[in-house]
């Protein structure tokens, strides 16, 4: 997920951040432990297809990490603040990298089937493909305006 600093991308590998690149890079951390916990947990420990469980560590995560980076890690003018402008774009590009990760999910799982190591690739590669698709469509919605 990449993040915005009130309209303006913000990219981990830029030093000049220093203790938001750090911020930013536990509120990851934290969102992916979540997500791939609850979703293993979900699919593995109470019998939830893989798709579904997914599912909701995606969404577990995505809440958390959106409001740690909105009022943790970018606070607005010092201020914790939340927007409904970026909820709105988050949520979209999420749904779509949510669909990304929910259809590889499935795909592999025709592929490959259903036990224990199986499941934690066909998570893992539905992770990385929603991650890499979030990311993506991030920067564009947060794109630093040309000047």
Known sequence: MAAC???KAFRVTDMSHGKAGLKYSVT???GFLLDLGIAFTASRGFGL????????G?????CVNYILLELW?????GQASLSATRLA???GAAAIALGSRIFIIFVLGTILGNSAPEDAIRLG???GTSFVVNY????LIFKRPET
């Open 89 to 91: 774009a988050t949520l």
């Open 125 to 127: 590669a539905g992770f």
């Open 5 to 7: 600093q009130h309209g």
């Open 28 to 30: 990851i951390g934290i």
């Open 136 to 139: 993506l469509l991030a920067r």
């Open 49 to 56: 297809p893989l798709e579904l469980a997914a599912a909701i």
């Open 58 to 62: 995606f969404i577990a995560a995505l």
């Open 73 to 77: 890690v970018f606070p607005a003018r």
